[in-house]
């Protein structure tokens, strides 16, 4: 579970050499990760109507993932800290193989 240390900054923490923030937006949250020059985002925009969610991975200046999705529906704040937790964990698992 993650927990509020200042108001909108929720978590920031160093595993793995990977520098992990993920930070409180409105009803929804962003984490960005980093390690070296590589840097993966991910952004959870929860409104009233819909949820959109955005993934960014870059090595340098170069983006090797820019994609986004909208959900019809907001995401209640359970899925919104388990679609950061799922993603930490696929960034951690990915970092590892390379």
Do not use: C
């Not at 595993?15 to 962003?30: A, M, N, R, S």
């Not at 949820?51 to 019809?72: A, G, W």
């Not at 995401?75 to 698992?93: F, G, P, Q, R």
Request: no cysteine; hydrophobic share 40%.
């Amino acid at each position: 579970m993650l927990v509020g240390v200042t108001p909108g900054h929720v978590l920031a923490a160093e595993t793995d050499d990977l520098q992990i923030e993920v930070t409180k937006k409105g009803l929804g949250k962003e984490v960005v990760i980093t390690q070296g020059a590589r840097e993966w985002f991910l952004m959870v925009e929860v409104t009233p109507e819909n949820t959109v969610i955005v993934r960014q991975e870059k090595d340098h200046d170069k983006y090797l993932v820019d994609e986004s999705e909208t959900h019809d529906r907001p995401l209640a704040a359970i899925e919104v800290d388990a679609a950061i937790t799922d993603y930490i964990n696929s960034v951690k698992a990915r970092a590892k193989k390379k």
